[in-house]
């Protein structure tokens, strides 16, 4: 795979919206072996598909590549994409993880959508693709439960 079929080291515009986000994936240096990669996205935003209003989460991706490897700066474009995206929490937690599924086809992945209380309530949202390897040393994803204040 040469690099001019990455967005890595491109200009590369922002997506219009996660359906048209170009996801790229590179080669697994070590195949062979079981490990847990984790992406933390504390800012990620999208908008309430009824009112329009913005909503905020914390994301934790984590995964057991087999022969692929998500390329980090397109994930990151793609979830930018979700900016002016209207969808449920459900729906923009679990579509993130079924789209990396696809494209990545690890060993195992689990995604968790910690959000921003909407209405006075907080949604969090968790799916994974299987029971965890036992393997692989699967840390807490870190992020507090919401408690009010």
């Given amino acids: 795979m040469t690099n001019d079929t990455l967005q890595l080291g ?10 048209t986000a170009r996801l790229d ?23 309430c598909p009824v009112t329009g209003q913005p909503d905020f989460a914390i994301l934790v991706i984590d995964y057991v590549p087999d022969r692929w490897l998500v390329e980090s700066k397109s994930l990151k474009l793609y979830l930018g994409a979700f900016r002016n995206h209207g969808a449920f929490h459900e729906d923009c937690t679990v579509g993130i993880g079924r789209r990396l599924v696809e494209l ?3 060993r195992w992945l689990r995604i968790g959508g ?36």
């Avoid at 393997?135 to 992020?143: E, I, R, Y």
């Fill in 10 to 19: 491109q200009i590369t515009p922002n997506p219009e919206s996660p359906e």
């Fill in 25 to 47: 994936r590179v080669p697994n240096p070590h195949p062979d072996t079981d490990y847990l990669a984790r992406f933390t996205v504390p800012e990620f935003t999208s908008l």
């Fill in 104 to 106: 990545l086809a690890p």
């Fill in 114 to 149: 910690y959000w921003y209380p909407r209405g006075g309530i907080p949604i969090d949202v968790f799916w994974q693709t299987s029971a965890p390897l036992a393997s692989v040393w699967l840390p807490d994803q870190g992020v507090p439960p919401y408690r009010a204040r």
